[in-house]
Each structure stands twice: as C-alpha cells, then as structure tokens.
C-alpha cells in the first residue's frame, strides 16, 4: 500500500525542510509520497518546497493562487494523491513525523482511520495555557454532542489522522469550517476507528495562522454537520417529546388531584414519574429509534438510566432559577425559562451520551 501524506502550509519555510528531513528518516521502509499544499504563501514556502522536490523524489508541491484556506488545501492534495491510505499532518513539527509508521501499521493491520490523538493516554499537549486547554475540551465536548460518530475518538478536532482512501471515496465533503477529521468522520464510511497517542509538540518556528475566526467557523460547522446527520432533527424530537410530557403531567396532577381526590402533592409524585415513563416511551421508540439494544432486559436498563438521569434537573431548574432571580434580577418566568434550557441540555445530552448512547461503533 502506498501512503500519501498531505500537509498543507502556509509560512512554513523555515519548518518545511525539518518536516521533510524528519519523515524521510523516519520513513524509509514506507511507500510513500509528501504532498505540500501551498496557498502562495507571501514567504515563499512553496519555492523551498519545490527545492526540495529536485532533490527529494517523494516530495510533490501545489502552489494554489487564489485560494486560502487549511481545509480546501486538504482536500485538493486529497484529490492529487496516488497513494491508497491518505494522512494529514501540520507542518510546523507539533505533529510528531515519527508517529507517522505506527498509524501506518494500524491501517495495515484494518483500520479504516487511525487518529493522532491527544487526549489518550500516553498523548499529551506540550505547552498550551490552561484556558486554551479547557477549550480545546469544550469544542471536543461539543463535536461530541453534536456529531455523534465523532464518539469514536477522544481527539475529533485532531489534525494528524490517517484513513483508507476509500472512506471518503464517493463522499461530498463540503468544508465550511477547517476541522476536516470531524467533516470526514461524520460523513466517511468507516467501520473501525483508532487512535495513537501523539505529543502534540511546542511550535518552534514561525506563527500559528488560525486566529479568532476559526471559532465562529467551527461553530457553524458544527451546526451544519448536525443538521446533515440528522442530530438536530432527534434535538427537536426530544424537545417536542418534553413538551409532551409538560402536558401528561399537568393532565394526571389535575385527573388525580380533582377528579380522583387525591391530595395535590401525593398526585404530584404520580404525576411527575408518569411523565417521566411516557417521554422515555416515546423517545425510546421514536428520538432514540436508531440507537437501542433489544431485549427486555436493555429496555429496563434504558428506563432506570432516564429516571435517574431526571433526578438531577428538579433541582437543577430550581438553582439555575433561583440564581438568575436573586443575583442577576432577572424576571422569574424568564428565570424559569432558562432553568427549564438548562434541564432540557442536560437530559439531552445525558441521555444521548448513556441511555442510548451510540453503539455501532468500534474503537
Ligand atoms: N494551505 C494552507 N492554507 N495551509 C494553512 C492555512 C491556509 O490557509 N492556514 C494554516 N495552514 C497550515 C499551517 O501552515 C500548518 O501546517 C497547519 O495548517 C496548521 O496550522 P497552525 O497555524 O499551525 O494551526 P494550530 O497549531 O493553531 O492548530 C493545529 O492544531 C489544532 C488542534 O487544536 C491544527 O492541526 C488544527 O487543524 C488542529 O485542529
Ligand atoms: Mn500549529
């Protein structure tokens, strides 16, 4: 099999020759060819690239003049390449080049993508602050909800990852945002995931060129791959379930209370679990549809963790009410209102992430 690795670049001329001295030590029992995507860069990293094609065989440069942008840069080295099993990787050396022969192995041995990643163990980030850490996990966490195949990684947002080239033949990926491993695992046809711990490494030359932007771009990346996968749809569902089950508990409350005379606060109790075992019902065989175990055993199992994943948001919406009335003096129903959004994230992703939580997935 042959291996095409693809780095895009833009002001890495003082990086490129390292890379490329790097992978041709590391390499040398490897098939393989080194793909330079250049967005014209203004310090001419294209032109040392090109110099070291004369002189290295595996190096092949694409100097693009008219566009800019990290994730197009991919897809047209993907679109060059000869090789069967496709990498990505960053020029500036913070993607080890010597890991590259073990997510070689990894291909060879079945996987369909081998992901670089940072957050198993043995992998580990060099010299981010503590801030750029927790949002580095706050985007994963959110790639996580909102893009469930992405599960089958610790690192989605990792930009050192290998796959079969035949994972995204036949695949449109359509790269609004520059996070490509996320767009191809929501879209590729993958049947076993891996992950090799890297060191994400310290950039030693030049600048990082992904500003502020990229956030915003991210999030409407997000967005987009949910609705085309379909998770914003099931959001929907489980919202409108929700609103169901505001209604069956008032109906009971008011059945049990009025018409059976029970006293109001005893009717309550009954009331509150029967809407809590009518939404579980229907998000069972309706949100969730897709994603559950047969057997009554499972079934049972699936109940008890929506029950106990209600627990929680009684209080939950209380506290979240309290604290916007009493420190933010907000207006009670709108303070109710946002401790109902938060209850409702909550059982969302809770139950996303546990009760039918995906399991197609092989890691
Ligand atoms: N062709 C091209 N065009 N390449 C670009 C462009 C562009 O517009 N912008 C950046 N690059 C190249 C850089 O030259 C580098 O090789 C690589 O893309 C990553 O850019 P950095 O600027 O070094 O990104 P980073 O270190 O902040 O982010 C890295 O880590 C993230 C994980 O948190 C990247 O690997 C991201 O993809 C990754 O998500
Ligand atoms: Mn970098």
Redesign the pocket.
Known sequence: MKLSII??????KDNIPVLVKELDAALHDIDFELII???DSPDRTWEVAENLASTHPFVRVIRRRNE???ST?VLTGFERSTGEVLAVM???L?HPPEKVSAMFKRIRNGADVVVGSRYVEGGEIEEWSVIRKLY?KGATLLAHIFVPKSRVTKDP????FMIKKTVVDDVELTPTG??ILLEILAKGKINKAEEEPIIFRK?ERGK???GVGVFVKYIRHLLHLSWETGEIRRMAQFAAVGVSGVLVNLGILWALTDYAGIYYLLSAVASIEASIVSNFVLNDVWTFRDRKESGVTQWMKRLGKFNLISLPAFPMQLVVMGILKEFFGMYYLLAALMGILVVFIWNFVANSLWTWREMNLKT
Not at 157 to 160: K, N, V, W
């Open positions: 780095v895009p670049t833009y002001n890495e995507v250049d967005d800019r942008d990290l840069a960053d020029a500036d913070q580095s947002l990792s930009g050192f520059y996070k950039r990082s060129s992904l």
